[in-house]
């Protein structure tokens, strides 16, 4: 299978393509730069894909595609990194699918990105895909990463909308707390109390494979494991993984001077208690199903 991807260098992406070659796939990178041998050229602000890197010159013979290309959302949220942080998935995310679109071949399946962000502050709430997009800055970029793809739907290409929790591996969301946990300064944050959804990275992109493969899915797949915590648990479980106290709290005061209110409550406060109903009725098998496991696989 020959796989167009977004966001192939990426933490999700490189592991992902690493699976794809491992199967027999071929891996087409789409590249934000000048495009290597077998690359895809990407100029967002001219609209356009450069196809001269490819031995065809051409997408058609693209059995499927995915889009994971997104500049990262940690940090402060001005005018100018909003508009980053939604052009990196939108604009490229609907160029990508006009593109599959218009071929005379089209691929099988179109996989785009998104994330359990779409639903926002959420509190004791149980979220299945069906339940409504929240309201703030990161559902609207959810919302609108996963309208993106419409071209393809609207072309008969299935569509997967991927809406990726916390993804623990080497890397990421976990990489950055590390240090912090393994000096004995991990805390929970706020009043700890808020859900946190989170996934292996091993079984996010096997959850991102499934998408490929499986004809049943279609439309948006919550990749999140079927054991949600507390973020006070979450806390306890890392401390004690590294051997370390975690006595600590940061205040929700202090992690919106820090950051800013809107990053502060939609990535780190936010309460979201999500479950994996389309994976599990596909009959999806987690590879690391509850935190302990999956801390342990990624803290290897």
Known sequence: MRVLLTGATGFIGGHLA???AGRGDEVVPVARRSPGPG???LDLEAGQLDLSRLESGTLEGIDASVHLAGAP???RWSAGRREEIMASRVGVGHLVARQLAALSRRPRVHVTGSAIGYYGERGEELLEEASPPG???LPDVCRAWEEAAAPAAAAGIRTVAVRTGIVLGRGGALGAQLPLFKAGLGGRLGSGRQWM???SLEDEVSAILAALDDEALSGPVNAVAPAPVRNSEFTATLARLVHRPALLAVPSPLLRAALGAGPADEMLLASQKVAPAALERAGFSFAQPELEGALRAALA
């Open 135 to 137: 309201s703030g800055f």
């Open 39 to 41: 690359e895809v050229g």
């Open 197 to 199: 959804s989170w996934i």
């Open 73 to 75: 959302i940690i940090g």
């Open 18 to 20: 690493a699976r794809l």
